[in-house]
């Protein structure tokens, strides 16, 4: 039997060209398909009666970004940003060669950042995180090559 392998990492996002824009145009992630889905089976399987839904699959170096926005039944908000000791997903995390350039490019596009969390143990090495327009938990990280 072959082993699972991970398909795409779904977001639930309140505006769908926003969070579009900001993953293509900020992270360098291009357009791959859109779905639409209303009633069922849709339904039953997401566990939203009467759901509306529009998918769009982003893609980038392999990786599968599926943004989910609902017209019905809408969105659900919570804590932002989420706390990191929640069981769960916690973040997404890039590698990027000018983390000052990138932090400015994604708050362009409605990213915010959270300047308490940037570190810089030495060695070329910085790590800060910042959320997307939605509150996703984005880190970005640059390491020095090799």
Do not use: W
């Not at 089976?41 to 509306?52: E, M, Q």
């Not at 839904?53 to 989910?68: F, W």
């Not at 659900?76 to 590698?95: A, C, K």
Request: proline share 8%; with cysteine.
């Amino acid at each position: 039997m072959a082993e699972p392998r991970l398909s795409h990492v779904g977001l639930c996002v309140a505006d769908a060209e926003r969070a579009q824009r900001f993953y293509e145009e900020g992270l360098g992630f291009r357009y791959a398909r859109d779905l639409e889905v209303k009633g069922e089976p849709g339904a039953t399987l997401l566990r939203l009666p009467d759901v509306n839904l529009r998918a769009i699959y982003l893609e980038h170096e392999g990786t599968v970004l599926e943004l989910l926005h609902y017209p019905s039944p809408g969105v659900v908000r919570g804590d932002s940003p989420r706390p990191m000791n929640r069981p769960g997903l916690t973040h997404l995390s890039f590698q990027v060669e000018d983390v000052d350039a990138t932090l400015s490019r994604l708050e362009d596009l409605g990213g915010r950042v959270l300047p308490e969390t940037r570190i810089e143990p030495g060695g070329g090495v910085a790590a800060v995180f910042l959320t997307d327009p939605d509150g996703t938990l984005i880190e970005l990280v640059r390491q020095p090559r090799g």
